[in-house]
């Protein structure tokens, strides 16, 4: 007989053993710090697009680099 433990990552296989509501509560505290740290829910900027001015795209990767920089502690 094949042991889960031996086709499924140790990380993975502890996730899948949760509950819903444990992992409702993983996924959301994985959120908040994503937040924290900076970064931003909009999309990427594609520079291909025609929806997007130059001064949009500059202003999107000044946020960008702002984000990195807070993240990695450099900056501030």
């Given at each position: 007989?094949?042991d889960?433990?031996?086709?499924i990552?140790?990380?993975r296989?502890?996730?899948y ?12 505290a994985?959120w908040?710090?994503y937040?924290?740290?900076?970064w ?6 594609d520079?291909?697009s025609?929806?997007w001015s ?9 946020r ?9 502690g450099?900056?501030n």
């Amino acid at each position: 007989m094949i042991d889960l433990e031996d086709i499924i990552e140790p990380e993975r296989l502890a996730r899948y053993r949760k509950s819903p509501r444990e992992r409702l509560l993983a996924t959301g505290a994985a959120w908040a710090n994503y937040m924290e740290l900076g970064w931003s829910l909009e999309p990427d900027a594609d520079s291909q697009s025609p929806f997007w001015s130059r001064e949009e795209l500059a202003e999107f990767a000044r946020r960008g680099a702002w984000a990195g920089q807070r993240a990695f502690g450099y900056g501030n």
